[in-house]
């Protein structure tokens, strides 16, 4: 059985330490510092033969304005709402705060399954804390150490009578994306070519600070899921959320992760900006299309330019998307030097989409899932090894090989090797000097002529032996069979 279960508590309990004990990874940063957690993150979690979905939220705090604290609190309210049942968490080595007194109160007015839990309680120095916690009314405090994992079993006995009430199906969503998918000569493989809800299509939204990520992912959702505000690097967590987008076939499973923003290496100095965008990067490795998401005012810049640079190198399907579009005055002129710049600074991602968003008011939304489908279906593009083989005559007769050191490069076949993204193979004769300027040329006719544009694209040379048994062993070649070869190297026949 599933069931959501969100872990609540005062900033600094431990909840994010929990979150990652129940889902056997470290998915949430940890910090010593309060108020690491800011957005919800879910993970699918187990506990014996118990699985079940858990949400680690930001610490309840008492602001309820607009600042950032009361928006955190509004976030962990909702994670309340959603979920079948809380987890309550107070820290047994500070005792009852007047803090956890409110709270509590709260989460008996907002859900009826609440369960009080007393963590950091190994060692004598939480016994009182542990008494404490009966106060607050909650029934029995389970007894927790999640750094050490203890107090897990008591958790299990609470919750076991609780999920044989709830009536979900469990779905397991694999994180990681198929790549480098190999393909036989028919250029036939056994990826998956439709996103399902057991592999959706897995999509991160990356992008310096401030440039409007969370916002965008709020507007997909259509509700303020993710926290938003002036204040740039509000993200901190790489955090995924499932949803369904319109596609030419019917809906399209999606797996969208919110970033944090990506600013340059020599000004991340905190180590928790550290965590956050190795977290972002880890994202990019999930994710089989990047959305890179510009800020129109500041297009382009050195991070971003990285940034699209990194995710090509990954392999991974790329879309450039300019937000904050409903700001540009002159857009027909915007729009032309953007498309320059892109393809001056990007030669390596040419063809790819260009689209202009505005997160605010969902105006281009629906281009840039069409976009990201399109980058998708583009990126498992496979070409048949007969088709290859023509396309690659017609490109010698136009453009020969050519002749380093006097010796001509005969290109014998090309096939297609994998896909996710696409690789190619070239079978010739001295691989090791084909200049770089002659598998430019023959990658960019693959892009042009096969209709796959923007995507990254893999191409190997490889030699190809003879059949001669006596290749590179001249020396030891017999006299009849030297005489018998005539003038000619033995190497050469």
């Given at each position: 059985?599933?069931?959501?279960?969100?872990?609540?508590?005062?900033?600094?309990?431990?909840?994010?330490?929990?979150?990652?004990?129940?889902?056997?990874?470290?998915?949430?940063?940890?910090?010593?510092?309060?108020?690491?957690?800011?957005?919800?993150?879910?993970?699918?979690?187990?506990?014996?033969?118990?699985?079940?979905?858990?949400?680690?939220?930001?610490?309840?705090?008492?602001?309820?304005?607009?600042?950032?604290?009361?928006?955190?609190?509004?976030?962990?309210?909702?994670?309340?709402?959603?979920?079948?049942?809380?987890?309550?968490?107070?820290?047994?080595?500070?005792?009852?705060?007047?803090?956890?007194?409110?709270?509590?109160?709260?989460?008996?007015?907002?859900?009826?399954?609440?369960?009080?839990?007393?963590?950091?309680?190994?060692?004598?120095?939480?016994?009182?804390?542990?008494?404490?916690?009966?106060?607050?009314?909650?029934?029995?405090?389970?007894?927790?150490?999640?750094?050490?994992?203890?107090?897990?079993?008591?958790?299990?006995?609470?919750?076991?009578?609780?999920?044989?009430?709830?009536?979900?199906?469990?779905?397991?969503?694999?994180?990681?994306?198929?790549?480098?998918?190999?393909?036989?000569?028919?250029?036939?493989?056994?990826?998956?070519?439709?996103?399902?809800?057991?592999?959706?299509?897995?999509?991160?939204?990356?992008?310096?600070?401030?440039?409007?990520?969370?916002?965008?992912?709020?507007?997909?959702?259509?509700?303020?899921?993710?926290?938003?505000?002036?204040?740039?690097?509000?993200?901190?967590?790489?955090?995924?959320?499932?949803?369904?987008?319109?596609?030419?076939?019917?809906?399209?499973?999606?797996?969208?992760?919110?970033?944090?923003?990506?600013?340059?290496?020599?000004?991340v100095q905190e180590k928790l900006e550290k965590l956050s965008v190795s977290d972002g990067l880890r994202a990019v490795k999930f994710a089989e299309v990047v959305v890179v998401l510009l800020d129109v005012a500041v297009p382009f810049e050195q991070q971003d330019l990285r940034i699209a640079d990194l995710a090509e190198r990954e392999g991974r399907a790329v879309v450039v998307a300019v937000n904050k579009w409903d700001l540009e005055d002159d857009k027909s002129n915007k729009i032309r030097d953007l498309r320059e710049a892109f393809e001056r600074l990007l030669p390596q991602l040419?063809?790819?989409?260009?689209?202009?968003?505005?997160?605010?008011?969902?105006?281009?939304?629906?281009?840039?899932?069409?976009?990201?489908?399109?980058?998708?279906?583009?990126?498992?593009?496979?070409?048949?090894?007969?088709?290859?083989?023509?396309?690659?005559?017609?490109?010698?007769?136009?453009?020969?090989?050519?002749?380093?050191?006097?010796?001509?490069?005969?290109?014998?076949?090309?096939?297609?090797?994998?896909?996710?993204?696409?690789?190619?193979?070239?079978?010739?004769?001295?691989?090791?000097?084909?200049?770089?300027?002659?598998?430019?040329?023959?990658?960019?006719?693959?892009?042009?002529?096969?209709?796959?544009?923007?995507?990254?694209?893999?191409?190997?040379?490889?030699?190809?032996?003879?059949?001669?048994?006596?290749?590179?062993?001249?020396?030891?070649?017999?006299?009849?069979?030297?005489?018998?070869?005539?003038?000619?190297?033995?190497?050469?026949?």
């Amino acid at each position: 059985m599933s069931f959501p279960l969100a872990i609540v508590g005062r900033p600094n309990v431990g909840k994010s330490t929990l979150f990652n004990r129940l889902v056997g990874k470290r998915l949430a940063l940890v910090d010593d510092q309060p108020g690491v957690t800011r957005d919800l993150r879910e993970g699918e979690a187990r506990l014996g033969d118990l699985r079940f979905t858990v949400i680690d939220s930001a610490g309840l705090e008492e602001a309820t304005d607009d600042s950032l604290q009361g928006r955190m609190r509004k976030l962990t309210e909702r994670a309340v709402e959603m979920a079948d049942v809380c987890l309550f968490l107070i820290d047994a080595r500070a005792g009852v705060l007047p803090a956890d007194e409110v709270f509590a109160d709260i989460l008996r007015k907002k859900n009826s399954h609440v369960i009080l839990a007393a963590n950091k309680a190994e060692g004598r120095a939480a016994d009182g804390g542990v008494i404490e916690a009966y106060s607050l009314g909650l029934g029995e405090p389970i007894r927790l150490s999640a750094e050490h994992g203890e107090g897990l079993n008591d958790l299990y006995q609470q919750l076991r009578p609780l999920a044989d009430g709830f009536e979900a199906a469990l779905e397991e969503v694999t994180e990681a994306p198929m790549m480098d998918v190999d393909v036989d000569e028919e250029g036939r493989s056994d990826a998956p070519r439709v996103p399902t809800r057991a592999r959706p299509l897995q999509v991160a939204i990356v992008g310096r600070p401030n440039a409007g990520k969370s916002t965008l992912v709020n507007q997909f959702l259509g509700e303020e899921r993710m926290l938003t505000g002036p204040e740039a690097g509000i993200t901190r967590d790489a955090i995924s959320v499932n949803m369904e987008w319109p596609g030419p076939d019917g809906p399209v499973p999606v797996r969208l992760f919110d970033t944090a923003g990506m600013r340059k290496k020599a000004k991340v100095q905190e180590k928790l900006e550290k965590l956050s965008v190795s977290d972002g990067l880890r994202a990019v490795k999930f994710a089989e299309v990047v959305v890179v998401l510009l800020d129109v005012a500041v297009p382009f810049e050195q991070q971003d330019l990285r940034i699209a640079d990194l995710a090509e190198r990954e392999g991974r399907a790329v879309v450039v998307a300019v937000n904050k579009w409903d700001l540009e005055d002159d857009k027909s002129n915007k729009i032309r030097d953007l498309r320059e710049a892109f393809e001056r600074l990007l030669p390596q991602l040419k063809g790819a989409p260009l689209v202009t968003v505005s997160a605010k008011t969902g105006r281009g939304l629906d281009r840039l899932q069409e976009a990201v489908i399109r980058a998708h279906e583009v990126w498992n593009r496979r070409v048949t090894t007969a088709q290859l083989n023509r396309w690659l005559a017609g490109m010698m007769e136009a453009h020969p090989p050519p002749a380093p050191g006097g010796r001509r490069i005969k290109l014998r076949y090309m096939t297609q090797a994998k896909t996710r993204p696409p690789g190619f193979v070239v079978m010739c004769s001295y691989p090791d000097k084909m200049p770089a300027s002659y598998s430019r040329y023959l990658v960019n006719g693959l892009r042009a002529d096969f209709d796959m544009p923007g995507t990254p694209i893999r191409l190997w040379f490889r030699g190809q032996g003879d059949d001669n048994p006596y290749r590179n062993r001249t020396k030891s070649t017999p006299s009849r069979l030297r005489k018998h070869l005539g003038k000619g190297r033995a190497d050469e026949v």
